[in-house]
Every structure is written in C-alpha cells, then in structure tokens.
C-alpha cells in the first residue's frame, strides 16, 4: 500500500494504477461505515484509493476542527488490512496554499439543511472534493448516506460541471440499536451515547406513521419533535421533511421523501437521514 | 474534422484521439490570434480540439452577448484547412441546462481590471472553462495574451483546483498599425477603426518611457490619458499598471509590469495590453 502526502508524487503513483480506479474520501478515524465504501470500492474497481484529509474549508470558525478525532496509525493499518492500493494523506499547506483563493460551489440546495446550520460548509466540501477528484482522477467515488445532503450536493456538482467520473452513494452502517456511525460519536459520553439512539428513533417513528398511511409532513414533523424532547441531553437544530432532489419542505409526503436531522446531544451535533420510498 | 455538439458525443469521440491532446477553447467568428493558438496546439500535441461557444454566464446583462459576432459556417472551414481533429460546438442548453446551478470562482484576482467594470466576468469565464477542462481532458490549453487578465485567473484557478493539464499563453496577434485582433473588432465603423489605433500607441508610449528610465507609474498612467483623450471617439474605461501575478496597482515600475487597458471606441469596448519585462 503506498501512502502518498504530495500531489506531485500521487501524480505519479497515479500513471502506475490499474483502470478503473474507485475513490474513498474520508477524513480519517476511520469506521465501518467507511469500511463499507471501501470494500463495495474494491468490488467495483481494480484499484482503489483512500484519501484522508481533515478539511478546514469545510468547518466554520466556531466548529470542531481542533478536536475533530485523529488515529492515522490505526487509520493505515485498517486500510492495509483492507487491500486498498494508495492512501492519499495531504498536509494542510499541501491543500491550501499561501494565496489559494478558488472555490467550487453549488447553489440552492447547499442553502437549506446542513446549509442552513452550517452557511460555509458545502462551499468547503464541494472545493474540497473537487481538487481531490482533479489529483486522484477516479472512475468512481464513494460517499455514504449518512451524509446525504454532501452526496447530492457533490452528484449536483459532478453534473453541473461535467466531471467525468459516478458518484456512488452507500447506505448508512448503525450500530446495533440504530445509531448511525460517524467519528463524531467518539465525543458522546456514556449517558450521551444512551441519549443518541433518539435520531434514528425519530426516523423509525417517521417512518412508521408513513406506513400507517399518515401524509401529512407538519404530522411527521410533531411527532418526532415531540419524541426527542422527552430525551433531556438532546436538543433538536432541524428537522426536515424535503424532496430527495431539491431538499425543498414538502408539505404532503409523496415518494421518495427525505427525512433528515441533525440534534445536538450535550455538545455534540449528530445528524442523520432516512428515505421513504 | 469531427463536428460534435453534445457532451456525450464528445466523451465517446474524445477515446479516440491520440494524446497529447490540445484544446483552444474559443468564441467563434475566428481570426489569425485563434489561427496562431491553433497551429501551436498542432505543434505541441498529437490531437487538437477547438471548442465554439459564446458563453453566456460571461456577459452582462447590459452587454453584447445578443450582438456578438458569429459565422460558424467560416469558422469550421477555416478549422478545417488547419486540420483540427475535433470541434465541439454545444448549445447553450447543452451547457447550462434547466436547474444549472454551479460554479467555479476565482477570487481577489478576478475583482480588478476587467472585473471592476464587469463583476460577474470571471465567474463565468472559470465556470465555462472548467466545463470545457472536464469534457474535453486537453492535456494543454492555449488562451491569447490579449485577454491577459481571464488567461491569469485561469492559471490560478487550475493551480488551485489542480487541475491536471498546463495552461499556455501565447503573444496577441496584432493588425499592422498594431490594433490587437479580436471578433469585436467587426463592430467598428471606419472612422472607429482608425481611432481603435489609440489602445496599442498608448501602451507603446508607456514602454518608451519606461524604456527611458520613467519608473512613476503615474507618470506613465498620465501620458497614457493624455495621449487616448485627443482621440475624440475613445473613452478610457481603465488604464492599469500592475504587478503581473497578483494585478495590484504599481507605485514604482518594477519588471515585470503589465500595462492594460480598457477603452470604448464609439460604443465598442477593446482591450489590450503589454508586458514590459
């Protein structure tokens, strides 16, 4: 497994890797969710690249950057287990050098969600993957649902820009009472980690009522707020009933829906998404 | 000579040709500045694509976009004598289709000069250009001095993003008075033409002076306006003297400099400039 820090030596490493080629961008500390990426990677590509970079563009000033998890020794000995073929682990100043001053964006759907909370973070993530996809060239790269809206933003972005590779998005990997994995779930302490359970409980009671026959999105909307209030470490920051494409509030619920949400459990702000379809 | 008017045309006829490939993206209505692009692309590579696109993202709402020259008929027989492998000539909808909704900025660079009198410019110039990059996968791209400032932000912008394909610029194609060619020039009447001489003396008389020890930017700022204001039909839009990388203004002329410039000529607007190095 080469594990590569410059673009210049990538580039290089790059003309030596057989096609077609499958991307797995993370940003380290890695779990089964990208563990799930990977191995789908290797099924559809006779090489696959991981790429691990904590990207500051994506965090906003008051956020968790600084304390972001970090393990890259663990991180490379569970991507050597995995067969991957090249680990693509840039510096900052690699990234970002003195006097970057470009940017990618996608607007509209960037603005609502994630976006709303968090006004910068697509602009970070969408300049971010495309700097990786002109350096790694892949035939494919893989992004996981539990971050759906950065998945459709980045298939609106590859669109728009005519970028010549397929966006594969894989389901979300839980822990066995549902919680979705996330580096981010290291934060939680035992009594928060307890508390966490209530977001994909609130998905699971959205969805049910939808089952049920219940259509009317305010309906689905109440009754989750009201099932996460009854949890005190948790405080909800949105809750969205939304089109799959647009990510615009639907006001009936007609398929497919996405129902998304992103809670604050002590500190700590999870997120997480289900679809009805 | 290919002829291809849709991406997915492209990407399959795109296999074919053999590398290296050349790019001259351009605006149509060609001259002998295109022609000079074109036979140096044929030099450098295997394979030469022209693209034909007036973009719309890069006009002002109040400019010449519905006016802007075009003859695609002479173009593709002139592209044709010089044996051009491939031309892609999409449609505007081809390009931006309904829900279009990304770009690609620049940023500092792209708010001076050109970009202080048209502030969207640039945003559109990288946008379409970043398409053009991710559809046709040039190994080298080639842009005219003459639009010096869009040829800077473009090279920025491939750094930035790493965009992997090198960006070649190469000297303006001059009239025999010395009026830089472009397709605007077709909008001059006589008299416009002859006063259109003013852009290339102005720049001119700031080389001689600084040829003769001048060193005060605003000396050479200031014989260049008194020099283009005897000309009845010119307007100066602006007179730039700047550092070559970062296009902030010079105090002092240090080498190297560019002197550039925007002048209405009746109701044309031309650009020209020098590099005095």
């Not at 006779?46 to 020794?73: C, H, K, T, W």
């Not at 009594?191 to 009522?209: I, T």
Request: glycine share 4%; hydrophobic share 40%.
């Amino acid at each position: 497994m080469e594990i590569i820090k410059t673009i210049v030596d990538f580039r290089k490493v790059r003309l030596s890797l057989t096609e077609p080629v499958g991307l797995v961008p993370t940003m380290g500390y890695l779990h089964e969710g990208h563990m799930s990426l990977i191995r789908q990677a290797k099924m559809d590509n006779s090489s696959v690249v991981v790429s691990i970079f904590v990207n500051p563009m994506q965090f906003g000033a008051d956020e968790d950057l600084d304390r972001y998890p970090r393990n890259m020794e663990r991180d490379l000995s569970q991507l050597q287990k995995e067969g991957v073929d090249a680990v693509f682990v840039p510096s900052t100043a690699e990234m970002y050098p003195i006097h970057f001053s470009s940017r990618v964006e996608v607007d509209n759907i960037t603005q609502r969600l994630e976006g709303a909370s968090r006004p910068e973070h697509f602009r970070g993530v969408t300049t971010v993957i495309a700097k990786l996809f002109n350096i790694i060239q892949p035939t494919r790269a893989y992004f996981g649902q539990k971050d759906i809206q950065q998945a459709i933003v980045i298939c609106k972005m590859v669109a728009d820009l005519n970028m010549n590779l397929i966006i594969i998005t894989l389901p979300t990997v839980r822990e066995p009472d549902g919680l979705a994995l996330s580096s981010r779930n290291s934060y939680l302490n035992r009594r928060e980690r307890k508390a966490a359970r209530v977001l994909y409980q609130s998905l699971m009671l959205a969805k049910k009522l939808w089952q049920e026959g219940e259509r009317d999105a305010k309906t689905l909307h109440w009754e989750m707020v009201r099932l996460i209030r009854k949890e005190p470490l948790a405080a909800i920051d949105y809750i969205s009933i939304a089109d799959t494409k647009t990510l615009m509030e639907r006001e009936e619920v007609k398929l497919p829906t996405l129902v998304s949400l992103a809670v604050k459990i002590g500190k700590t702000r999870l997120i997480d998404n289900v679809i009805l379809e």
